[in-house]
């Protein structure tokens, strides 16, 4: 039903997630996608998600019950979760989805947001993905990728409030090496 959306969603990983970048000091803007995808570790779903998929307690939604089941399965290690509609949610309210989402979350999970108005930006990489998503992942995956990122000069040209906003409380963050 939404297998356009999808195969955009995919190529737009591939086309620009997976390649190389200069504000990443030459490295993909995610080192791990590629292996994640091939290797099959990454579940896509398209859903046209709202806050009320949060906050029904009358019926378990479509996304609390995908959400639910990912986080009980160990087959892969991030959820995609695409609405198909560009325009249906701002990226304030996907933000704001998201930060519903990670407080229902286990604690070994978190919760990334993504949007095609995103203002998030390191040098001239920003983020504007094709449609609004938000992505769960495993934090123990996470914090390897960070551990692995802070032996290189991945971070060397993101200021302190970036780091912050993707890294999560983190406790190596000091550790980043940032240009200056």
Known sequence: MYDDVLTEFIAYVM???ERPHESMSGLPVCP???KARLENKIKWVVFPF??????????ISFVKSTVQQF?????????FVIHPDKKALTCD????FCQKLLAMLPPDFICFSGHPDCKFRVGSYRRQEPYPNFQIIRKSLHDWGVDQLLKSRYYAKWDPKQLKEVLFPYPSLEQAPVET
């Open 15 to 17: 086309q620009v997630v």
């Open 32 to 34: 791990f996608a590629k």
């Open 71 to 79: 986080c009980e399965s160990s087959e892969q290690d991030i959820l």
């Open 50 to 59: 709202e806050e009320a998929d949060l906050t029904n307690e009358k019926n």
């Open 93 to 96: 309210e996907v933000e704001q």
